[in-house]
């Protein structure tokens, strides 16, 4: 059995593709500096903020409930509701017609115009029949001495030829 395995990035942007794939652009890491806003009353805005989230079940699961929110660090909470009971059902029908080991449902937000109303963490959730996973955080910071935690990368770059050998069949 495959465990479950949920995560979530947030971007600038998530453009839908014509061949059905997303392209997200601009990952954000962990922590942002942001400016501050000019005068303590008024507000600070990120131009658009979105999220990925991608979420995948062994195929022999059965999931009910997937609820998706964002905490604000004001103590704000952004629910975005439930994935539609139909959606999670033809992603378990879909891989068990295929034979494919996952179920795979991805949720993409996008949050124009984001407001921000306080500096500190910014903490996407999501919640799968009960079960609470912390998918995606975004620290925003105005502190010009605030030090970026490095993000820790393992890039590989397989440079081998792959060649595909004929499989022989016998009857």
Known sequence: MQPKSVAGL?????????SGAFTLIGIMPDNANVPAPPMPDQRGIIPKLCLYIRMNFDAADTVKNISTKVRLPDGNELDMGPVAPNIVEQAFESSRTNGSP????AVR??????PITELGRIIAEVTIDEEVF?????????????????????????????????????S
């Open 10 to 18: 947030f971007c600038e942007d998530i453009r839908s593709e014509r």
């Open 102 to 105: 996952l179920a795979i449902i």
């Open 109 to 114: 937000v996008e949050f124009p115009g984001f």
């Open 134 to 170: 912390i998918v995606a955080q975004l620290n925003l910071s105005s502190d010009p001495n605030h030090k970026q935690a490095p993000m820790v990368e393992d890039v590989r770059h397989y440079s081998q030829r792959l060649e595909l050998k004929p499989t022989s069949t016998t």
